[in-house]
Protein backbone atom coordinates (compact mmCIF):
# COMPACT_ATOMS: atom_id res chain seq x y z
CA UNK A 1 0.00 0.00 0.00
CA UNK A 2 2.87 2.26 0.50
CA UNK A 3 3.93 2.39 -3.22
CA UNK A 4 0.64 3.38 -4.15
CA UNK A 5 0.56 6.04 -1.34
CA UNK A 6 3.96 7.50 -2.74
CA UNK A 7 3.19 7.23 -6.54
CA UNK A 8 -0.10 9.56 -5.55
CA UNK A 9 1.95 11.90 -4.16
CA UNK A 10 4.54 12.00 -6.87
CA UNK A 11 1.46 12.86 -9.63
CA UNK A 12 0.68 15.99 -7.71
CA UNK A 13 3.10 18.67 -10.04
CA UNK A 14 2.14 22.31 -9.57
CA UNK A 15 2.77 23.85 -13.06
CA UNK A 16 2.86 27.15 -14.46
CA UNK A 17 0.79 28.01 -17.23
CA UNK A 18 1.98 30.65 -19.97
CA UNK A 19 -0.80 32.00 -22.38
CA UNK A 20 -1.29 34.45 -25.25
CA UNK A 21 -4.53 35.92 -25.57
CA UNK A 22 -5.69 38.22 -27.72
CA UNK A 23 -8.92 39.88 -27.88
CA UNK A 24 -11.07 41.76 -29.48
CA UNK A 25 -13.19 43.73 -26.86
CA UNK A 26 -16.87 45.85 -28.01
CA UNK A 27 -17.62 49.09 -25.82
CA UNK A 28 -20.26 50.90 -26.23
CA UNK A 29 -20.30 54.67 -25.42
CA UNK A 30 -22.35 57.69 -26.52
CA UNK A 31 -19.30 59.87 -26.18
CA UNK A 32 -15.73 60.08 -27.99
CA UNK A 33 -13.43 57.50 -28.54
CA UNK A 34 -11.35 58.66 -25.21
CA UNK A 35 -14.52 58.03 -23.22
CA UNK A 36 -14.36 54.49 -24.41
CA UNK A 37 -11.11 54.05 -23.93
CA UNK A 38 -11.80 55.11 -20.03
CA UNK A 39 -14.85 52.87 -19.80
CA UNK A 40 -13.09 50.02 -21.16
CA UNK A 41 -10.34 50.65 -18.45
CA UNK A 42 -12.79 51.53 -15.77
CA UNK A 43 -15.31 48.83 -16.70
CA UNK A 44 -14.48 46.67 -19.27
CA UNK A 45 -16.41 45.93 -22.60
CA UNK A 46 -17.84 42.83 -24.30
CA UNK A 47 -15.54 40.35 -26.01
CA UNK A 48 -16.59 39.71 -29.22
CA UNK A 49 -13.78 37.58 -29.93
CA UNK A 50 -10.65 35.75 -28.15
CA UNK A 51 -7.77 33.68 -29.26
CA UNK A 52 -5.89 31.75 -26.49
CA UNK A 53 -2.61 29.99 -27.33
CA UNK A 54 -0.34 27.89 -24.92
CA UNK A 55 3.04 29.26 -24.91
CA UNK A 56 4.81 27.09 -22.11
CA UNK A 57 4.03 24.54 -19.06
CA UNK A 58 6.88 24.38 -16.48
CA UNK A 59 6.73 22.02 -13.52
CA UNK A 60 7.33 24.43 -10.26
CA UNK A 61 6.67 21.97 -7.04
CA UNK A 62 6.41 18.34 -6.93
CA UNK A 63 4.68 17.10 -3.33
CA UNK A 64 7.37 13.62 -3.74
Do not use: F, N, W
Not at 17 to 38: C, F, G, H, P
Amino acid sequence: MAKQESKTAQEKTTKCYTYEVRMLIQVLSDDDEKAAQLKLDKEGGYVSRRDVKLVDAVPLYSQA
